[in-house]
């Protein structure tokens, strides 16, 4: 059964640090690449950043994120990371993690590329 489950979202107070963990399971979880995408309260889904799959070493940010942020791929725990650092107020959203493309060398912030989603995680970032 496809699945992504993530975990480690919570209230955080501004220029914490807080690290996400997306726990997949049904397919191998190296030949995907992975997003991280956010939504806050009355806001559209951006992508915050991605890995691409074996087939190549690519990763990108959000300019938002950029410099704070750190995505990571564990293929022998089957999980994707993002480490989250120097968070801010605008940094609350729910945070989801997404399967896009097989084997490929890339990876994109679309939504569109990517096709399985998990249920999101809270993160609120607040004094």
């Known amino acids: 059964q496809l699945q992504l489950v993530e975990s480690g979202g919570g209230l955080v107070q501004p220029g914490g640090s807080l690290r996400l963990s997306c726990a997949v399971s049904?397919?191998?979880?190296?030949?995907?690449?992975i997003g991280w995408f956010r939504q806050a309260p009355g806001k559209e889904r951006e992508g915050v950043s991605c890995?691409?799959?074996?087939?190549?070493?690519?990763?990108n940010y959000a300019n938002s994120v950029k410099g704070r942020f750190t995505i990571s791929r564990d293929n022998g725990k089957n999980t994707v990371y993002l480490q989250m650092n120097s968070l801010k107020p605008d940094d609350t959203a729910v945070y989801y993690c997404?399967?896009?493309?097989?084997?490929?060398?890339?990876?994109?912030?679309?939504?569109?590329?990517?096709?399985?989603w998990g249920q999101g995680t809270q993160v609120t970032v607040s004094s």
């Open positions: 049904g397919f191998p979880l190296d030949d995907y690449v």
């Open positions: 997404a399967r896009g493309e097989r084997l490929f060398s890339g990876c994109f912030l679309s939504r569109i590329r990517y096709g399985y």
């Open positions: 890995i691409s799959s074996r087939r190549g070493s690519t990763i």
